[in-house]
């Protein structure tokens, strides 16, 4: 575990958030402004790479490019100790890949709206020139004012940057949603996110990612072989009475084609309509995978107070199965005159 520090910059840290492979992110507090910030450093075993040093970088430069209510903001880019350090918007909330992991899979309505938002931002990121190129529910974070944020752009990179960084022939990302082309070590466009993003929503809605099967055979080269070779999932066919334009969607959006996948403009207009029409929302639904109903998680405030205390069960409201509040009534008021009644009878005997 990293020693917390004092101050980065002039941030004072609280407390460490989290620790990834390209570095640590603690809360702080920008002295100067007192606003909340999540603080990013390059991890000291990279230290003296340039490599990661230029990717972390890129990083900050790419999202201080933007703009957009569903991409998660830079403050401010530095350097601790000989290791870069940006300092981003504090997302109070809990990531998808989390939930799921949590309550089980989401309701159709509200893994669309989920990924509407999340190709919304990404959108913006398109204009900006920048792939991610790391899509995943993991990166897509829930916030407590009930918005999706896009997060860690670690791997992303510039459309009309050089080829220095990430060298032909070698692909990056992670296996459950890495489109074919990247994991050939294609150059890839915003369309290899789009790709990202329909196994993204296959796995919110089914609750697993789109190409794992378990077992020992389920190793990193197997997965990105079923990528590149296996046929296409679909939901409609794995869940009973799935929505079969979501699941058409999703489908069309894991084409190994590029030509095959909807654009951003396209996506956004798709699911704005599967969401009206199934009453996509957030927090979202999590559907109970043995009797199919749907509950909702507490405030995602406290869900994330869970997962940090080491709570085994957040709080959710369920539906309770067989009693509405009208039949509820109904029993109550049929309590009471058979009361009534019975107290007629023994007063007239």
Known sequence: MPAVPQKIGHFKVSR???????????????SSLGRRVAVKVLSQKHRESKEFKTRFEREGRSLATMNHKHVVQVYFIGEHEGRPFLAMEYLDGIDVGQAIKRNGPLHPGDAAEIIRQAASGLQETQRAGV???????????????????????????????????TATGVF???????????????????????????????????????????GSDDHYTAVVRRHLKSERPQLKNVLPKFDEALSDLCRRMMSRRL??????????????????????RLPPRHVDPETGLSHTT???????????????????????????????MMIVAGVLVAGVLIGLTLAGS
Do not use: W
Request: aromatic fraction near 4%; charge should be negative.
């Open 298 to 328: 507490g405030p995602l405030s406290v869900v994330e107070e869970a997962v940090e205390s080491g709570v085994t069960d957040a709080p959710e409201v369920r539906p309770r199965a067989g009693v509405s509040m009208v039949q509820l």
């Open 16 to 30: 460490l958030l989290g620790k990834g492979a390209m570095g640590e992110v603690f809360e702080a507090v920008d």
């Open 131 to 165: 792939v991610h190129r790391d899509v995943k529910p993991s990166n897509l974070v829930l916030t407590s004012s009930g918005e999706v944020k896009v997060t860690d752009f670690g791997l992303a990179k510039a459309l009309q940057e050089d080829m220095s960084i």
């Open 259 to 280: 030509d095959v996948r909807p654009n951003y403009a396209e996506l956004v207009d798709a699911l704005g309509d599967v969401v009206g029409r199934l009453g996509g």
């Open 172 to 214: 990056v990302g992670t296996p459950d949603y890495l489109a074919p082309e990247q994991a050939m070590g294609d150059d890839v466009d915003a369309s290899a996110d789009i790709y990202a993003l329909g196994c993204s929503l296959y796995h919110m809605c089914s609750g697993n990612p789109p190409f794992r099967k378990g």
